[in-house]
């Protein structure tokens, strides 16, 4: 099992239903997961989509062929699922036949990053691969930073490091993290940056005691919860144990497109 795609999109999915219905408690138990209203929306799409790329380019043994694989895969895929959720300038460059990068610093480049985790054997090799899958649309500064943090949490973890290892080491390379998921939870709001919410789900996975309770977490701050399960779900899927359920929940909410991708993992 690829735990990081895999808890990424349980993330999503659960995350789907308060995106815009924030519930801002701080009892996470009353975050209901394998919601049947549950879906899945861009953030699992692209995923998946990244990761049939990196395999395919891997099995050549040029992993920047990935660019390709993933433009012919939107171009195969995503123009079917266009009621996703994609951000306005994501949307156009899902239709364009001439895809160009364009400077975003969206948090859409750290949401799909889960795969790079579960394929990279070193830090090296993962800040490559998501500056790889990640400039062919958020080419901007922050948007490259946002992926590339997710990404380097999440191999941390596979190398066995400490939460306080981890902790220093994004403070040392990437973001402050001066503060609490509680303390930030009443004032917290919608943000489609990658500097607003990839330290935020940094700190969820930080604060989080359980695979569970990571995603009940995220869901709890409100905002892009949908994107910030996502987040946080790549790196606990690696820290925590993931039950069978969580698999099964998956599979039973793609479409059959993402379906036969994620069963191929």
Not at 94 to 104: C, M, R, T
Not at 218 to 223: D, H
Not at 240 to 245: A, F, L, T, V
Request: with cysteine.
């Amino acid at each position: 099992m690829n735990k990081s795609a895999v808890g990424a999109v349980f993330g999503d999915i659960c995350g789907s239903i308060y995106e815009f219905n924030n519930l801002k408690t701080t009892d996470v138990n009353l975050i209901k997961l394998y919601d049947e209203r549950g879906h899945f929306t861009d953030d699992s799409l692209m995923t998946l989509i990244i990761a049939e790329a990196i395999k395919k380019a891997k099995e050549e043994g040029n992993i920047n062929n990935a660019k390709k694989y993933i433009n012919d895969l939107v171009d195969k895929i995503a123009r079917n699922h266009m009621d996703c959720g994609f951000g306005g300038r994501f949307y156009k460059w899902v239709l364009s036949d001439n895809k160009q990068p364009y400077n975003s610093f969206g948090n859409g480049s750290a949401m799909r990053i889960g795969y790079v985790i579960d394929v990279a054997e070193s830090i090296e090799e993962g800040k490559e691969l998501s500056r790889i899958v990640t400039e062919i649309t958020h080419n901007h500064q922050e948007g490259l930073k946002g992926a590339e943090a997710i990404a380097v949490c999440g191999i941390m973890v596979k190398q066995r490091k400490t939460k306080e290892e981890i902790r220093k080491y994004v403070i040392d390379n990437y973001y402050k993290l001066d503060f609490t998921i509680d303390e930030i939870r009443p004032s917290y709001s919608f943000d489609e940056t990658c500097q607003g919410p990839v330290p935020q789900a940094i700190e969820l996975f930080l604060e989080s005691t359980s695979f569970d309770n990571a995603i009940q977490l995220a869901i709890s701050l409100g905002g892009d919860c949908d994107t910030t399960a996502c987040m946080v779900g790549s790196i606990a899927g690696q820290y925590y144990d993931i039950s069978d359920s969580v698999n099964e929940f998956n599979i039973s909410k793609l479409s059959d497109d993402l379906k036969e991708i994620y069963k191929n993992l």
